[in-house]
């Protein structure tokens, strides 16, 4: 088991960066190797991938409308998870949260997938 936290959120102008952080604390005797995702969700709308990586680092995923721009990493010595947002738009703006699940990959997409969460930051840009 796991408790995430999200933090970093904040407003920027379009075309500026961000870089999100997801603090992964155990709450058991140990840590299952689990996959770490982004999601976010903006007003009226539902929650949507943004990012994933697995437990070495070596697979990650994207949504189509971030890469290029996205990077998701993860210091498994730390239980960080860390999303860096560059040239961001403002349908960027959204709560994004931190998700974790240990028996899914990268490509596990849908909000139901996972089963740890955070409680989300806000990010908001502006022109």
């Known amino acids: 088991q796991v408790k995430l936290v999200e933090s970093g959120g904040g407003s920027v102008q379009a075309g500026g960066s961000l870089r999100l952080s997801c603090a992964c604390t155990?709450?058991?005797?140990?840590?299952?190797?689990?996959?770490a995702g982004w999601f976010r969700q903006a007003p009226g709308k539902e929650r949507e991938p943004v990012a994933a990586i697995d437990w070495t680092g070596a697979n990650t995923f994207y949504a189509f409308s971030v890469n290029g721009r996205f990077t998701i990493s993860r210091d498994n010595d730390k239980n960080m998870v860390y999303l860096q947002m560059s040239s961001l738009k403002i349908e960027d703006t959204a709560v994004y949260y931190c998700?974790?699940?240990?028996?899914?990959?990268?490509?596990?997409?849908?909000?139901?997938?996972?089963?740890?969460w955070g409680q989300g930051t806000q990010v908001t840009v502006s022109s």
């Open positions: 998700a974790a699940d240990a028996d899914v990959g990268v490509f596990a997409t849908l909000p139901n997938d996972y089963e740890y």
């Open positions: 155990p709450t058991g005797r140990t840590l299952s190797p689990y996959t």
